[in-house]
């Protein structure tokens, strides 16, 4: 059964930092191009952070770049978010998801989900204050 379990979200005022992790299992973990995709309360999904199943490619949305990094461990099966100078723009529900076969990994972070169908966490709320 494949699982993704985010932690490490919290409160934080705005210029601080956190830092969230996904644990997953029930997959081949490094087969795989992972996300990090964030909804803030009544927007739609929006992809922020990928990264190739070896870790070798990586992207960011504008909204985000130059703050935050993603990072993967593929002999733990873990996939972080370092999340630094955070907005009060941030506040959200953080997902960790994986990025499935529906075309390559970049043509997939260009577009937004649409719905969390396939292999999504439960997401962890970070809430920044002003």
């Known amino acids: 059964q494949v699982q993704l379990v985010e932690s490490g979200g919290g409160s934080a005022q705005s210029g601080g930092s956190l830092r969230l992790s996904c644990a997953t299992s029930g997959f081949t973990f490094r087969d795989y191009a992972m996300n990090w995709v964030r909804q803030a309360p009544g927007m739609t999904l929006e992809r922020i952070a990928v990264i190739s199943s070896d870790g070798n490619q990586i992207g960011y949305a504008d909204s985000v770049k130059g703050r935050f990094t993603i990072s993967r461990d593929n002999d733990k099966g873990t996939l972080d978010l370092q999340m630094d100078s955070l907005k009060p723009e941030d506040t959200a529900m953080y997902y960790c998801?994986?990025?499935?076969?529906?075309?390559?990994?970049?043509?997939?972070?260009?577009?937004?989900?649409?719905?969390?169908?396939?292999?999504w966490g439960q997401g962890t709320q970070v809430t920044v204050s002003s």
């Open positions: 998801q994986v990025i499935g076969p529906d075309g390559s990994m970049w043509d997939q972070f260009r577009r937004p989900p649409r719905d969390k169908r396939g292999w």
